[in-house]
T-cell receptor, first 115, second 113 residues
Framework: GAVVSQHPSRVICKSGTSVKIECRSL??????MFWYRQFPKQSLMLMAT?????????EQGVEKDKFLINHASLTLSTLTVTSAHPEDSSFYIC???????????FGNGTRLTVT | KNQVEQSPQSLIILEGKNCTLQ??????????LRWYKQDTGRGPVSLTIMTFSENTKSNGRYTATLDADTKQSSLHITASQLSDSASYICVVSETGTASKLTFGTGTRLQVTL
């Protein structure tokens, strides 16, 4: 089946540094990728929608200058958390799909801890 | 505003018992509804996807129903197993090129001995 690989699975960084998270579709071409944030015991919160070759569409309240998304190819999207702060500590998940009617395939998430 | 509400928020059942999770939505125009299972610390995994014309869809011990008129869906789990312990998330998609997704808050299911 379709696989989405997310890397790293865990990362610890110091406050003020930037962290890049990669999301790859391993066996299909993802025209659309999504990035989510999830707090403990809560559901996923959509941060942004990324279509290959175009700028990401951010949800209301999500700072696009802080959460930089790049979707340069049909198999790779990256999320960079810039100038990270402890409140950015969270579980970040990506998902990818071929088209509107195809299933969403999720990565296994990245646990970010900012100290 | 499009919303997806799930109930109950959490549920504890004994192994071998059945349970039903509910999802009510106000998303319009409706495209499809998906149920996902998310194990703790992992990404969600798709269980079912249902379009407007589908009433029932099964995936092993999971059976999803959809009533597009009342905008309600349910996920029924038969003969629960310990491995069913997870969060179950209902996701509704709008039709059109934007295909915006609205996520439910999830139901946390715990299956015990």
């Amino acid at each position: 089946g379709a696989v989405v690989s997310q890397h790293p699975s865990r990362v610890i960084c110091k406050s003020g540094t930037s962290v890049k998270i990669e999301c790859r579709s391993l066996d299909f071409q993802a025209t659309t990728m999504f990035w989510y944030r999830q707090f403990p015991k809560q559901s996923l919160m959509l941060m942004a929608t990324s279509n290959e070759g175009s700028k990401a569409t951010y949800e209301q309240g999500v700072e696009k200058d802080k959460f930089l998304i790049n979707h340069a190819s049909l198999t790779l999207s990256t999320l960079t958390v810039t100038s990270a702060h402890p409140e950015d500590s969270s579980f970040y998940i990506c998902s990818a799909r071929v088209s509107e009617w195809s299933p969403l395939h999720f990565g296994n998430g990245t646990r970010l801890t900012v100290t | 505003k499009n919303q997806v509400e799930q109930s109950p928020q959490s549920l504890i059942i004994l192994e071998g018992k059945n349970c039903t999770l509910q999802c009510n939505y106000t998303v319009s125009p409706f495209s499809n509804l998906r149920w996902y299972k998310q194990d703790t610390g992992r990404g969600p995994v798709s269980l079912t996807i249902m379009t407007f014309s589908e009433n029932t869809k099964s995936n092993g011990r999971y059976t999803a129903t959809l009533d597009a008129d009342t905008k309600q869906s349910s996920l029924h789990i038969t003969a629960s197993q310990l491995s069913d312990s997870a969060s179950y998330i209902c996701v509704v998609s709008e039709t059109g090129t934007a295909s915006k997704l609205t996520f439910g808050t999830g139901t946390r299911l715990q299956v015990t001995l």
